[in-house]
């Protein structure tokens, strides 16, 4: 180990620095998640191999030792992502990752998908284990809330008394908190967003006596718990406020299919509907639309998307909207800051998907080090597997209300399953499949390259 003018540690050398072993990796065509194949089925999503394709391991030809010292705010995986390609690229730099969660960085996304996962460790959800960050000299503080920045003496204050941290470059990674909208009753015991394992372990606790629960919205990560409730033997309701449910993945067709599967199942699902309050004493006990209909519920789930963590970004000064304004570099309007994944917004979009923060993490890393890389937005897929059966979506499902798009729908009643793709002047622009889970691999590929209609059918 060395040490700079302020005798705080700097890095690692060459030989103490772990080298990125990957095995044989693969891209998962549904999340754009890359991992190592050993691993059998996608950590982020869940799908098996026959999902995803072979990839080479990223080769780094920017290479620049410093005594450089990078903090990083945010222990999600845009936090690690930019911790990884800062270290692939300078491997003298001092790394810091504070995070506000008492545990290792974890596949966020499975706390859906898996509501039992809360009963198992920690351990089995995080993207690397301890070893990882102490083999790559990355040195990772949890439980660790950042109150303040000072852009021009350089340092982030901590709320633990006070502590302030220089840095060198400086990287947001700070994602988001769920949103509950403003209906009364939001604040009671039982009434939860899920976007941490902590809430995951409530639910979990919750589930062993409860009868009947609440989920609303309608969009996947809402449609997976509920499926997740099902599954567990407690009765469901859906309250979606929008016209429909998934509404920004899918088309109305698609989603009065999936809608029919849910009732099938015994889930309600109402569409179009206003939250008057959550009824109960100090705990949940019903929810109450504005029409008057009261639905019981021993707990409430509440997926009505997240708010990106702006607050000390837009204290500091830096320029901020719905998130944290950056360019296709992942630089902020301040010198030397960068933001990335679920907090900022490149193009005026902020999509909070797995596989953008997890580029976007990437490419704020390299940059920080000094690369100059630009930033390419993603086209991952969306899958729902619940209510006994699957929906794959990706691209554009005839959004554009000016477009003249040439649908091609055919449908299996024998196997329940149906597909759809929309065509503009002969090119495929997206797709939505439900039960065809065989296809995601040559369907996302034919998106992705804009196949013709001559090429598919």
């Known amino acids: 180990m060395r040490e700079d003018k302020n005798t705080r540690t700097v890095g690692v050398t060459d030989s103490e620095i772990g080298v990125f072993r990957r095995p044989k990796l693969v891209k998962c065509l549904v999340c754009g998640e890359i991992f190592d194949a050993s691993l059998g089925i996608c950590p982020v999503c869940g799908v ?92 990772l503080r949890l439980g660790e809330t950042v109150e303040s920045l000072d852009p021009q003496r350089r340092i982030v204050r901590m709320a633990n008394a006070g502590e302030e941290i220089d840095y060198d470059r400086l990287v947001f990674a700070t994602g988001a908190e769920g949103f509950i909208p403003p209906f009364d009753g939001r604040k009671k015991e039982g ?127 830096i320029q901020t909207e719905r998130a944290i304004v950056v360019n296709h570099f992942m630089e902020t309007s301040l010198p030397d800051i960068y933001a990335c994944g679920d907090c900022a917004q490149c193009d005026d979009v902020n999509f909070q998907l797995w596989a953008e923060a997890s580029e976007q993490g990437r490419i704020a890393g390299a940059n920080a080090a000094g690369e100059r890389i630009g930033y390419q937005e993603q086209m991952p897929g969306l899958n729902l597997e619940g209510f006994g059966t699957t929906l794959f979506a990706i691209g554009d499902p005839g959004r554009q209300s000016s477009a003249s798009y040439q649908l091609v729908k055919t449908t299996d009643e024998v196997n329940h399953s149906q597909e759809q793709y929309w065509f503009l002047e002969n090119v495929l622009q997206g797709a939505v499949l439900i039960g065809r889970p065989d296809k995601t691999t040559d369907v996302t590929r034919a998106v992705i390259e804009h196949a013709r209609h001559e090429e598919l059918f």
């Open 48 to 139: 098996g191999l026959d999902q995803c394709v072979p990839v080479e391991e990223e080769e780094i030809s920017y290479q620049k030792n410093t005594n450089l010292r990078y903090v990083i705010l945010g222990g999600g995986i845009a936090g690690v992502s930019a911790a990884e390609a800062i270290r692939k690229r300078d491997q003298t730099g001092d790394i810091l990752i504070l995070s506000a969660e008492d545990y290792l960085p974890i596949y966020r996304p499975m706390l859906t998908k898996n509501l039992d996962i809360a009963d198992a460790s920690a351990e089995e959800l995080y993207i690397h284990p301890q070893t990882w960050y102490e083999e790559h000299g990355i040195e």
């Open 191 to 317: 009434v939860v967003s899920i976007r941490h394992l902590s809430d995951s372990r409530k639910i979990q606790k919750w589930m062993k006596t409860a009868r009947n629960a609440v989920v609303i919205g309608g969009g996947v990560l809402g449609l997976e718990a509920a499926s997740e409730l099902l599954r567990n033997g407690i009765h469901v309701t859906v309250l979606e406020a929008a016209p429909q449910i998934i509404g920004k993945q899918a088309d109305a067709d698609s989603a009065a299919v999936l809608r029919k599967k849910m009732t099938v199942l015994g889930a309600v699902c109402l569409e179009g509907v206003q939250i008057e309050n959550v009824e109960g004493e100090e705990r949940a006990s019903a929810v109450k639309l504005k029409t008057g209909e009261v639905f019981p519920a021993d707990f409430v789930i509440v997926s009505c998307g997240n708010r990106a963590n702006v607050k000390v970004a837009q204290e500091a000064g």
